[in-house]
């Protein structure tokens, strides 16, 4: 056993090359990063060379390339690769935060396991940002690097640009890098030109941050727009195209205005809501029904549609006479 102690103790671990390939945008230790796992510790760092594991304490921190993995304390696992020692794995204990220069992730505990390229995170909530995204989880968040993917358990949430929310028992999110590649980009579509990133600290940065593209939500589903909310069973909702549907025992809100149905399909686009008794193929009750509230305000409050003057009791008068002299001439 071999301990390092003092204000910063550093120690580097060198992973075996990857296969070449370019690294991804985004949380990427694992995915394509050819570069070394710096460690860093401000109270110590204990190398335990028998069990392969090496935990650095107080305001401990791994990097790799862009991405940094800071707790109060890590415990990184290694073994003997092709080029020397390699991590594996990293686990990471108190005020834990995993950040790029464009997203950070952020909980309590949480584990890294660069094989699989994913970490799971625990938190009160767990929470996952982006420039454009949020997405948070009391029991869980995983993310897992190759598909640009978080799973997000327990009184999951997600939002765009803070206008639209959709919640579940259990979200699974699909992001793309803002450069075009992804889960929703084609096989061999050649990626756009990646924009250049503003960075936390200022200054631009080559790369393209995660922008999120689909979530499915299911069980609890509470989806929330600027006009209605609409709940479910089960839900999706495709960011890019606008569109959402759920499906279930929904139920449409507006306006203090209720429908019910099976099916909702909602364009967030346009604000156009439809609401079905069963989704398109299905089976059983195929009529929706709704319940409208009318304005219950106090009849003397009402403002009048159409208001005019009457005519005047003088003119009225005037009126009588030129009758009755008409018809003392006749």
């Not at 190759?146 to 979200?171: Q, T």
Request: hydrophobic share 35%; net charge negative.
């Amino acid at each position: 056993m071999m301990r390092a102690t003092g204000a910063v103790a550093a120690l580097a671990l060198m992973l075996a090359l990857a296969s070449g390939q370019a690294a991804a945008q985004g949380f990427n230790m694992s995915e394509g990063n050819d570069n070394p796992i710096q460690v860093y510790a401000d109270d110590g760092i204990e190398w335990v060379s028998e069990a392969n594991r090496v935990v650095a304490r107080g305001n401990a921190k791994a990097i790799r390339g862009n991405v940094t993995v800071n707790a109060d304390t890590l415990t990184a696992y290694y073994r003997q690769g092709p080029s020397g020692n390699e991590i594996w794995r990293l686990d990471a204990d108190g005020n834990v935060t995993i950040t790029t220069p464009t997203e950070t992730a952020t909980g309590y505990k949480g584990t890294y396991d660069l094989d699989k390229a994913i970490f799971v995170l625990r938190g009160t909530p767990a929470k996952l940002v982006t420039p454009t995204d949020v997405v948070t989880a009391k029991d869980t968040l995983e993310y897992w690097e190759a598909d640009h993917m978080a799973v997000a358990r327990g009184d999951a949430y997600a939002s765009s640009n803070n206008e639209k929310s959709i919640k579940a028992d259990v979200l699974t999110t699909h992001f793309k890098d803002k450069d075009g590649t992804g889960t929703g980009a084609k096989p061999g579509a050649k990626p756009a030109a990646k924009p250049a990133v503003k960075s936390k600290a200022g200054g631009d940065k080559d790369g393209g941050s995660l922008e999120l593209q689909r979530a499915d939500a299911y069980g609890h589903v509470v989806l929330t727009t600027p006009q209605e909310v609409v709940t479910g069973d089960r839900g999706d909702y495709n960011v890019e195209t606008g569109i959402a549907t759920v499906t279930g025992s929904v139920k449409l809100t507006r306006d203090g205005n209720e429908l019910n149905g099976g099916f909702a399909h909602v364009n967030l686009n346009t604000g156009i809501s439809k609401l079905f008794g069963a989704a398109p193929g299905g089976k059983g009750e195929t009529r929706a029904h709704g319940t409208f509230t009318p304005d219950k305000q106090d009849p003397d409050k009402r403002k009048a549609v159409f208001q005019g003057a009457g005519p005047s009791k003088g003119d009225a008068d005037v009126d009588a006479e030129d009758k009755a002299s008409k018809d003392g001439r006749r």
